[in-house]
T-cell receptor
Framework: QKEVEQDPGPLSVPEGAIVSLNCTYSNSAFQYFMWYRQYSRKGPELLMYTYSSGNKEDGRFTAQVDKSSKYISLFIRDSQPSDSATYLCAMSAADSSYKLIFGSGTRLLVRP | DGGITQSPKYLFRKEGQNVTLSCEQNLNHDAMYWYRQDPGQGLRLIYYSQIVNDFQKGDIAEGYSVSREKKESFPLTVTSAQKNPTAFYLC?????????????FGSGTQLSVL
C-alpha cells in the first residue's frame, strides 16, 4: 500500500464548476500538507501549503486537512480552462529533514 | 527573475553512455534536490544536498551520481548502471532542507533511451 493515494483521473468538468481533488494517506505522523499544480511537461508549482488540520483559502482555492480521517482535499471554485493541469498532493512529517511524499497526481480537464 | 534552470529540455542516451543533466538556481537556496517522475507515479527522490560539498542519497539513488561544488549548481549524472533511465527529471530547491515543504522546481528534462 502506498503511503499517499491519489486518484489519477482524468477528471473532466465544465467551466465554472466546483472541483474537488483528494488524497488519502496512511502515516499519522504527517503534519505538513501541500498541493502542487503541474502543467504538461513543466515543473510543479506550489499552490497551497497547510500545517496540521483545518482549512486554508487563497482566492479560488481552498485546502482542507482532516487528520482524523487521514484525508486532504483541494477545492477549486469557478474553475477555468487554465486550471487544466495535473494536481499533486505532497506531505511530510514534522520530524523528517527532507522526506516529502508525493501522490501520483490527478489530471484535471476544464472544458470551455 | 529568480528561478531554477534545467538543461537540456530533452536528452537521449545511448546504451552504456553516461549523461549529465544540468540544474542551476539563482534563488540563493541552500538545499537542492533531484526527483524522478514516471507516468502514474509520484515524484521519487534521487539525491538531495543540504549545503555545498554535501549530498545524501534519496530513495532511488542507484545508477545516479551528483556533485555540489557551487551553491548555485547541482548536476545529476545518469550512469550506465541505471538500466531504466527513461523518465522526466525534475530539479528543485528550498531555502533549507527543513523548509522543504516549499519547493521550487525547474521545468524538467525528459530523458529517453535510443
Amino acid at each position: 500500500q502506498k503511503e499517499v493515494e491519489q486518484d489519477p483521473g482524468p477528471l473532466s468538468v465544465p467551466e465554472g464548476a466546483i472541483v474537488s481533488l483528494n488524497c488519502t494517506y496512511s502515516n499519522s505522523a504527517f503534519q505538513y500538507f501541500m498541493w502542487y499544480r503541474q502543467y504538461s511537461r513543466k515543473g510543479p508549482e506550489l499552490l497551497m501549503y497547510t500545517y496540521s488540520s483545518g482549512n486554508k483559502e487563497d482566492g479560488r482555492f481552498t485546502a482542507q486537512v482532516d487528520k482524523s480521517s487521514k484525508y486532504i482535499s483541494l477545492f477549486i471554485r469557478d474553475s477555468q480552462p487554465s486550471d487544466s493541469a495535473t494536481y499533486l498532493c505532497a506531505m511530510s512529517a514534522a520530524d523528517s529533514s527532507y522526506k516529502l511524499i508525493f501522490g501520483s497526481g490527478t489530471r484535471l480537464l476544464v472544458r470551455p | 527573475d529568480g528561478g531554477i534552470t534545467q538543461s537540456p529540455k530533452y536528452l537521449f542516451r545511448k546504451e552504456g553512455q553516461n549523461v549529465t543533466l544540468s540544474c542551476e538556481q539563482n534563488l540563493n537556496h541552500d538545499a537542492m534536490y533531484w526527483y524522478r517522475q514516471d507516468p502514474g507515479q509520484g515524484l521519487r527522490l534521487i539525491y538531495y544536498s543540504q549545503i555545498v560539498n554535501d549530498f545524501q542519497k534519496g530513495d532511488i539513488a542507484e545508477g545516479y551520481s551528483v556533485s555540489r561544488e557551487k551553491k548555485e549548481s547541482f548536476p545529476l549524472t545518469v550512469t550506465s548502471a541505471q538500466k531504466n533511465p527513461t523518465a522526466f527529471y525534475l530539479c528543485a530547491s528550498s531555502i533549507t532542507v527543513t523548509a522543504n515543504e516549499k519547493l521550487f522546481f525547474g521545468s524538467g528534462t525528459q530523458l529517453s533511451v535510443l
